[in-house]
C-alpha cells in the first residue's frame, strides 16, 4: 500500500488546482504505482545515496522544461496554508499580482506522534493535529516564480522580491508512528552522500539531531493543537 503521506498529498494537489510532478527516490512501497494509476507524472530513480545536489538539479531541469508561471519543491509530508487564502493557488496568484518572485515559507509547524494516531490513516491532515512550531534561524524560500537563471542552495531558492504572511505556514508532518525506522533509514541514504562528498554536511543534519535526540512521540498537552489554530477551516 502507498505511504498514506503520498495519498493526503495527492489530495492536497488537487483541492488546491496545483499541478504535481513527482520524483520516486528508491520507494520501497507502492507509491510509484499509485501515482501513475492515478494519472500523476512520475520519474523513478535510484541515488543510492541522499544525493541532494543530484536532486535539485533534477528538479532544475524538469521546471527549464516545462517552465511553469510558479514552482514549488516540497516533500511530500509538508503542506502550505496561509489564511483567508482558500488555497495555495490563490495565495501563489496574490503574491504574483503584487509582483513579488517568491513567497517566504520559513514557518513550519511539526506534527508529532502521541500515541493515539492511527497507523495508516485516510487523511494524514485529519489524524495528527498536534504540533509544535520549529524554531528556525534562517530563511526557507520552496515556492517561486519561475525563470531562467533560479538557483536552488539546499531546500531554499534565491529571490529578491520574497512575498511574506505572518499567517503562512508548513505543516510538516515530521515525527509519525513508526518515525523511528523511517528516520534511520534516511539517516544512512545522508550518511553515504557526505562520505561520497556528494552532499555538503551541512545539509540534512536535522536527520541526525533527530536520531541522537531519541524522541519519537511526545505528550499532546505539550503541543498545540491544529483544530484549534486558524488553519482547521482550510483543513476540515
Not at 492515478?38 to 535539485?56: H, I, P, Q
Not at 494516531?117 to 485516510?122: R, Y
Not at 539531531?209 to 486558524?230: C, G, P, V, Y
Request: charged share 30%.
Amino acid at each position: 500500500m502507498a505511504d498514506n503521506v503520498l495519498i493526503s498529498k495527492m489530495r492536497y494537489v488537487q483541492e488546491n488546482n496545483i499541478d504535481f510532478f513527482t520524483f520516486d527516490n528508491m520507494s520501497t512501497d507502492d507509491s510509484y504505482k499509485t501515482l501513475v494509476n492515478c494519472g500523476y507524472d512520475v520519474m523513478k530513480v535510484n541515488t543510492a545515496s541522499f544525493n541532494l545536489e543530484f536532486m535539485n538539479q533534477m528538479y532544475a531541469n524538469k521546471f527549464h522544461i516545462d517552465k511553469p508561471d510558479w514552482c514549488i519543491i516540497a516533500g511530500v509530508d509538508s503542506f502550505y496554508y496561509c489564511p483567508p487564502f482558500n488555497n495555495l493557488r490563490h495565495l501563489i496568484e496574490h503574491a504574483d499580482d503584487n509582483g513579488f518572485d517568491a513567497i517566504d515559507t520559513s514557518r513550519v509547524l511539526n506534527f508529532w506522534y502521541t500515541g493515539f494516531e492511527k497507523d495508516k490513516p485516510e487523511d494524514i491532515r485529519k489524524e495528527y493535529f498536534f504540533y509544535e512550531e520549529a524554531n528556525n534561524s534562517w530563511k526557507s524560500i520552496q515556492i517561486f516564480k519561475y525563470r531562467p537563471d533560479f538557483y536552488i542552495d539546499g531546500d531554499k531558492i534565491q529571490a529578491e522580491n520574497v512575498y511574506y504572511n505572518p499567517d503562512f505556514a508548513v505543516l510538516h508532518y515530521r515525527v509519525l508512528k513508526h518515525g523511528k525506522d523511517k528516520k534511520t533509514e534516511q539517516l544512512k541514504r545522508r550518511e553515504l552522500a557526505w562520505q561520497t562528498g556528494q552532499t555538503r554536511k551541512c545539509h540534512g543534519v536535522h536527520i541526525k539531531k533527530t536520531i541522537e535526540n531519541n524522541i519519537w512521540q511526545k505528550d499532546r498537552t505539550e503541543l498545540s493543537d491544529i483544530r484549534n489554530s486558524i488553519y482547521w477551516n482550510l483543513i476540515k
